[in-house]
């Protein structure tokens, strides 16, 4: 039984490029949700996916993006990318939208240099 | 107006001696997560407090919410090494909206 999946690990951009991040959600789960996590602070809401809809939304520019796909899995996109972009992107999945345990995958170490 | 508050930002404590974080929130919480993330991982869930005055324990650990669903604690008994890292609370239903977190560092 596979947990949450993340990929890529770690990678670095270059400011004003585009870069996408997926994400598998644990066996079971529908929902996917998205968090960036800067050093040292706690997880940030990004937004989060059911049957291929955004549902909820943070407080972040509409240069995040995201999309899922029929199999549940998930992906972000962030564009103009910017120095502030570093972060930890954690990808976390549920049953359902809300009130179930969340599971995070291990994250996406992004470094915008 | 949604910040949950944790206290204290630091901890470092002797192996073997207690450790007590608290979250703190200016409107009433339908419920509580608290999370564990070690150094270099990912956050993992570690309990889900629903009831006002609800206490669950789990091995050295002790969770608390507070009668007026405000503000929760979480407590550890005999600190180990293994129980290093950055321990967060959350709200929310649909998102979470995480606290600040205490991390603790246990000293050997």
């Known amino acids: 039984d596979a947990g949450v999946t993340q990929s890529p690990t770690h990678l670095i951009k270059t400011r004003g490029q585009q870069v996408t991040l997926r994400c598998s959600p644990k066996?079971?789960?529908?929902?996917v949700s998205w968090y960036q996590q800067a050093l040292g602070q706690g997880p940030q809401f990004i937004f989060q996916?059911?049957?291929?809809?955004?549902?909820q939304r943070g407080n972040f520019p509409d240069r995040f993006s995201g999309h899922q796909f029929p199999n549940y899995s998930s992906e972000l996109n962030v564009n103009a990318l910017l120095l502030g972009d570093s972060a930890l992107y954690l990808c976390?999945?549920?049953?359902?939208?809300?009130?179930?345990?969340?599971?995070f995958g291990e994250g996406s170490w992004l470094t915008v240099v | 107006g949604q910040q949950v508050m944790q206290i204290p930002q630091y901890q470092h404590v002797q192996e073997g001696e207690d450790f007590t974080t608290y979250c703190n929130s200016s409107t009433t919480l339908s419920n509580i997560q608290w999370y564990k993330q070690r150094p270099g991982g990912h956050p993992v869930f570690l309990i889900q407090l629903v009831k006002s005055g609800e206490v669950k324990k789990q091995k050295r650990l002790t969770f608390q919410f507070g009668e007026a669903k405000k503000n929760s604690s979480l407590h550890i008994t005999a600190t180990q090494t293994t129980d290093v890292g950055t321990y967060f609370c959350?709200?929310?239903?649909?998102?979470?909206?995480f606290g600040t977190g205490t991390r603790l560092k246990v000293l050997a």
């Open positions: 959350a709200r929310g239903t649909y998102k979470y909206i």
């Open positions: 996916y059911y049957e291929e809809e955004e549902r």
């Open positions: 066996s079971g789960h529908d929902t």
């Open positions: 976390a999945s549920s049953l359902g939208q809300g009130g179930n345990t969340i599971y």
